[in-house]
């Protein structure tokens, strides 16, 4: 038995060997994104004072208050809500865009099929009650190219045809085997999107993204953004929460629409308190920089062992997810169950696929986390069905990416679907 463990451990020293560059690269990210969060916390002033619980309706709640200021400046844009009352990365999306669209409106994805969980809340699939569809938003969608990119020429027409009120993009990968769209390539669709139609706002689904690249969508042109705290930009830390950061009116908008219209922002109260949400965004360029290397160590192991992965371990990277295609379900069950056992929490149970909520397949999910399903943790999802593809994201720390790297190799090798 030992023979696998030396044998995986080795494949993992190779690979780690091969990605000097590519972990170069990535501290240079870091420590650029570092000095900007920094700046953020140093212009609002932040202090012991700001980390204070409070109750009640919340009025003046200057840790609130505050944290809204050090995100908006850590995403480079005028404004953000950042709240634990967001109860996940999807509501933070739905609320943005049911604020944003009114009754007749047009909503545009111009990224594909959005995001499993936002099908529903779109009213794309199975009839949810209180979906964008039962408002009376119109949805229409323009694939992306073969290639996975924005389909320029689609956008144009559908920007002429059906004057949406708001574009939207899908920054990460989420559950398709694609690349994810990095900052540069939004950048050119935004400009599209500005000639075209300048009426229409630019919204972006920004899970997964924050801090894999030295600039935010934000800064490129989109309008508004939203994502969870529980992925990047928590940190590892914040224990719930999603955000919307953009341009002030629309974080407005949207904070009418998650409270009432008429008080917003102004109540909200958090008695645990925002501690871990300051001190998980100080932390995110790091962990995130942490996912990344990986990741990419992910992938370099299973491309030496002739796996298909997406992306490759040299390939640029605007999100933190790791793509890795099995040959059978058994494999692909397996390799999340590995990850599972090397957990720091939970690691002796097995994860079974189940129907979770919002999702059109069995998924199993390995989630041994401290935050309950938190994927800035390391984790690893697949739907159950082919082409048995592994998703695997986050680590707080890449020591452990190695560890759990090493355990896969080791099991898999064990139960002789891949060889050393
Ligand atoms: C995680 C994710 C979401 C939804 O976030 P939840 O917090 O799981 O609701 C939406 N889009 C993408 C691309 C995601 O990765």
New binding site residues.
């Given amino acids: 038995m030992k023979k696998f463990d030396e044998a995986a451990a080795a494949l993992v020293a190779q690979a780690q060997a091969d990605l000097a560059q590519v972990c170069a690269r990535i501290d240079a990210l870091e420590q650029e994104n570092q000095a900007r969060v920094l700046r953020a916390f140093q212009q609002e002033r932040v202090a012991a004072r700001h980390f204070a619980p409070t109750t009640g309706y919340g009025y003046d709640d200057v840790g609130r208050d505050t944290l809204d200021k050090v995100f908006a400046l850590a995403m480079g844009c005028e404004d953000a809500l950042v709240r634990p009352q967001f109860a ?4 933070a ?1 739905y609320t943005a865009l049911a604020a944003l669209l009114l009754p007749g409106d047009t909503l545009l994805c111009a990224t594909g099929t959005p ?1 499993d ?2 099908e529903q809340a779109l009213g794309l699939r199975g009839g949810a009650q209180g979906s964008l569809a039962d408002y009376g938003v119109q949805y229409r969608q323009i694939e992306l190219t073969p290639e996975g990119e924005v389909d320029h020429e689609a956008l144009g027409q559908a920007l002429g045809r059906f004057g949406p009120a708001v574009v939207y993009f ?1 920054r ?1 990968r ?1 559950y398709a085997w694609r690349q994810s769209l990095c900052v540069a390539q939004l950048e050119q669709a935004f400009s599209l999107v500005r000639q075209a139609a300048p009426q229409a706002l630019i919204v972006v ?1 920004n ?2 993204g924050e801090f894999c690249e030295e600039r935010e969508p934000t800064q490129v042109g989109a309008d508004l953004l939203a994502g ?1 705290l ?2 990047n930009p928590g940190g590892g830390l914040a224990p719930c929460g999603g955000y919307v950061a953009g341009r002030h009116g629309l974080v407005e908008r949207t904070a009418n629409r998650l409270i009432a219209p008429g008080i917003g922002r102004e109540v909200g109260s958090y008695a645990a308190s925002y501690l871990p949400f300051y001190q998980g965004l100080f932390l995110a360029p790091h962990v995130t920089a942490q996912s990344l290397k990986s990741a990419a160590l992910f992938a370099r192991v299973f491309e030496l062992l002739g796996l298909t992965t997406l992306p490759g371990s040299q390939d640029h990277r605007t999100d933190i997810i790791q793509a890795v295609r099995f040959s059978s379900r058994e494999a692909l069950l397996l390799f999340c169950q590995s990850i599972q056992a090397a957990a720091p929490v939970d690691s002796f149970v097995t994860p079974e696929p189940w129907d979770m909520p919002g999702y059109a397949h069995q998924v199993v999910m390995a989630a041994g986390t401290f935050v309950q399903g938190a ?1 800035i943790e390391l984790t690893a999802d697949a739907p159950m069905t082919e082409p048995y593809t592994a998703y695997l994201q986050g680590a707080l720390t890449y020591a452990h990416g190695k560890l759990a790297a090493q355990a896969a190799v080791a099991a898999l090798a064990r139960a002789a679907t891949v060889r050393l």
């Fill in positions: 996940s990365g999807t509501h999306i995001y969980t936002l899908q990460s989420g689904d899970c997964y969870s529980i992925k994927s």
